[in-house]
């Protein structure tokens, strides 16, 4: 029997791994997560739901102990922009939270998914088809973090055995829970506007390519290397994975052929511009495709299309 703590889970991707998890295993055997956001009604009346910040050690144990938990899928994360604006903060969340996560998973033999990032990358590495091992020297607090991270799931599990495994996540497009803070984030809004203006202003720039992906792959790359055969893996903490990669002239030209009159214009943010640039345009995952057969669902017109009936439907 799993018993399942999802740290984050009111984030863009817990929201909707949590309840996907807990359609999978039972209600009762996934633990949501919270700290600053409460839960909402789908979350908090499908399941258990328990405060609990990571940054404080004894609250993650607590929980823990509580639900004799045996995995951790640990998303409580602070994304790139908002981590450029408050290093702090994104050194106090995305390591020491996960420092604590790692220690109480040694203690109690808690298997841990992390999520990694295109962030982990930076200007020296190769930019186009970049490879599973290369080099990374990332220019960004949140980059910094992600590496150290990278590096310390998998010195828990060389060195203590502790069963730790993720991904390198691109930007994730969803429709349930907007994103917080992140450089990719103009491919969420961009369907949002295209729904309720015809009409959106990006901040990154023609021409900016990253690798995105649609949330149903997203979910289902977590669950799938988290089921994966050990035996199998490599790698074990950082695996590229990818769907598509686009600039946002591809985007909105997979928009428009569903809502013809809508318009892109520019105003680019230097920040988030600075970030995208030191980021891959578009990552080699034959690695995840090899050691856990990782195969992406949606490319960019299915993804267009799916928000676009979603959103239509949400926003009146
Ligand atoms: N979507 C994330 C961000 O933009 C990338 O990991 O910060």
């Known amino acids: 029997m799993k018993n399942i703590l999802v740290t ?8 909707e791994l949590t309840m996907e998890l807990r359609k999978r295993f039972g209600n009762d055997n996934v633990v949501a997560g919270f700290h600053r956001t409460k839960p ?46 408050k290093p702090n903060l994104a050194w106090n969340v995305n390591i020491n939270a996960l420092y604590n996560v790692l220690e109480v998973a040694r203690e109690h033999g808690c298997a841990v998914f992390t999520p ?48 730790t495994r993720g991904v390198r996540y691109p930007g994730i497009i969803s429709n349930e829970t907007l994103p917080g803070g992140g450089t990719t984030d ?24 990253l690798d995105m992906m649609y949330m149903p792959d997203a979910i289902k790359a977590a669950i799938d290397l988290m089921e994966a055969d050990p035996a199998k893996l490599k790698h074990r903490n ?18 428009k ?24 345009n578009s990552m080699d995952d034959s690695a995840a495709r090899e050691e856990w057969g990782w195969k992406p669902e949606y490319d960019l017109e299915a993804m267009t299309k799916d ?10």
């Open 8 to 15: 984050g889970a009111v984030g863009q991707i817990g929201s």
């Open 40 to 85: 909402g009604d789908i979350l908090k009346n499908s399941g258990p739901c328990e405060m609990v910040d990571c940054t404080n050690f004894e609250q993650v144990k607590d929980v823990v102990k509580k639900y004799n938990i045996d995995t951790i899928y640990h998303l409580a994360a602070i994304l790139s922009a908002v981590a450029e604006a």
């Open 116 to 163: 990694s990032s295109i962030g982990a990358f930076g200007e020296s590495t190769p930019l186009d088809n970049t490879p599973q091992d290369t080099i990374q020297r990332p220019s960004t607090m949140y980059g910094v973090t992600k590496v150290a991270g990278e590096l310390l799931c998998d010195y828990y599990f060389k060195r203590f055995g502790v069963d």
């Open 186 to 209: 103009y491919a969420v809004e961009i369907y949002y506007e295209a729904i309720k203006n015809k009409k959106y202003t990006c901040n990154l720039g023609k021409g900016t390519f």
């Open 238 to 255: 950082a695996f590229n994975v990818t769907a598509m990669s686009f600039d946002p002239e591809m985007i909105a030209a997979s928009i």
């Open 257 to 280: 052929k569903i809502i013809p009159e809508f318009e892109l214009e520019y105003d680019v943010d230097p920040v988030r511009q600075a970030i995208a640039n030191s980021w891959p």
């Open 307 to 316: 928000m676009l009936d979603v959103l239509s439907k949400k926003i009146k």
